[in-house]
């Protein structure tokens, strides 16, 4: 693993960061605080990114991307997160449905989905978790039934981040009741315009409007919406929940927030010891952070495949998230529970937010009690 980066890759933080203060705009950060999102301006905003050729960074050149390594893919999310630039969707698409097609998509699947990612034509969703089939995906009750050249889809899909502007959906469905639970799976593509197809938002502990619930009501997908082979649609699933863990969990997000925190303490003369070493210890976590991210990046970037590296980080930035989120709350005094929208609020409320929105990260991608079995087991050798 390198401590510095190099010439170039220092370089490319200079671009991004550069672009990114022109470009995320006060109305820009403002959906970091927002109760919900404006599809337009996101849109826009990911149409000017697409113009850079930055929708994809990481994604080979042939497929619109520019062929970044891990480590320059790592750099280029941190300076994202440190300026709030908002997602817009970006992660599914491009983090796994894209990647998912072009390992399963047939060439025609690949020219129709690929550069609607990359020029931003198209945003995606994620459609596996039901109402009743979270860590036990494979219970899933969704079906797809073959009708002449058609498949008809019944059924439901929640937790849908992005869901109330996503124009496509990847999603699974059971094709054949009759077999073992893993066995009977396929994976559609679906267009979320389709006929039959309805949403219904839901508010997160936050309060904000970030998914929701799909309902398929005899919803006619062509049959070039199958990806992959029939009833092997878990194999191509593990491959899209294998892209999700192993992307590089990055400390642009903490830092900007201990940065923030540093500064209103400086300005406002509220830097009381136990808050000077509170926030010293973060910052100095947020560094190990750091370091545990690019050795993940170096890892991918030699070849290798990241384990218990890559649980170790998630469970510590996870972790680490919620306890800034703790501190700045403590720091602000009563004010700091107040939510974006008070005029008393300080820092735009984002800790009082921070705090809710953290609660998820120790649970989603794999809970914390997983990634400490992991690190055990797989990590440190310990029996189970």
């Not at 599914?92 to 609607?116: D, F, N, S, W």
């Not at 406002?268 to 509170?278: F, I, L, N, P, S």
């Not at 690019?294 to 469970?315: C, F, H, M, T």
Request: net charge neutral.
């Amino acid at each position: 693993m390198e401590f510095r980066l190099s010439p170039a890759q220092e370089a490319l933080r200079v671009e991004v960061r550069d672009w990114l203060r022109d470009n995320v705009t006060p109305d820009i950060e403002g959906f970091f605080y927002a109760e919900e999102e404006e599809p337009e301006k996101l849109r826009a905003f990911n149409k000017r990114m697409a113009a850079k050729g930055w929708i994809a960074p990481s994604w080979p050149a042939e497929y619109g991307g520019m062929a970044l390594g891990s480590v320059e893919q790592l750099v280029f999310g941190e300076e994202m997160a440190y300026a709030r630039a908002p997602s817009g969707g970006r992660g599914p698409a491009v983090g796994y449905a894209g990647p998912t097609i072009m390992m399963y998509g047939t060439p025609e699947q690949k020219r129709r989905h690929l550069p609607g990612i990359t020029n931003w034509d198209a945003v995606w969703c994620q459609g596996f978790s039901e109402p009743g089939s979270g860590s036990d995906l494979a219970s899933l009750q969704t079906t797809a039934v073959r009708d002449g050249d058609d498949w008809v889809l019944n059924g439901t899909k929640i937790w849908t981040s992005h869901g109330h502007y996503a124009d496509w959906m990847y999603l699974l469905a059971r094709t054949d009741p009759e077999v073992p639970k893993h066995k009977g799976i396929s994976y559609f593509l679906l267009d979320l315009k389709s006929p039959g197809v309805s949403f219904q938002p839901l508010l997160n502990i936050a309060g904000r409007k970030g998914f929701g619930q799909f309902f398929f009501d005899g919803v006619r997908m062509p049959a070039e919406s199958l990806l992959g082979e029939v009833n092997r649609g878990w194999y191509l699933a593990t491959t899209t929940l294998d892209l999700e863990r192993s992307n590089i969990a990055n400390t642009g997000a903490p830092r900007r927030a201990i940065d923030d925190l540093c500064a209103f303490l400086r300005d406002t003369g509220t830097a009381a010891e136990v808050h000077r070493t509170r926030v010293a210890d973060l910052a100095v976590s947020v560094r190990v952070a750091s370091m545990l991210s690019y050795r993940v990046a170096s890892i991918l970037a030699s070849g290798g495949v990241p384990n218990q590296e890559a649980s170790l980080l998630k469970l510590f930035l996870s972790e680490l998230d919620q306890r800034i989120a703790n501190s700045g709350l403590h720091a602000l005094g009563m004010a700091g529970a107040l939510m974006p929208g008070s005029p008393h609020a300080k820092l735009q409320a984002q800790f009082a937010l921070t705090y809710l929105t953290t609660v998820p990260r120790t649970i989603a991608g794999g809970t914390s009690e997983i990634q400490r079995n992991i690190i055990a087991t797989r990590g440190l050798g310990l029996p189970r």
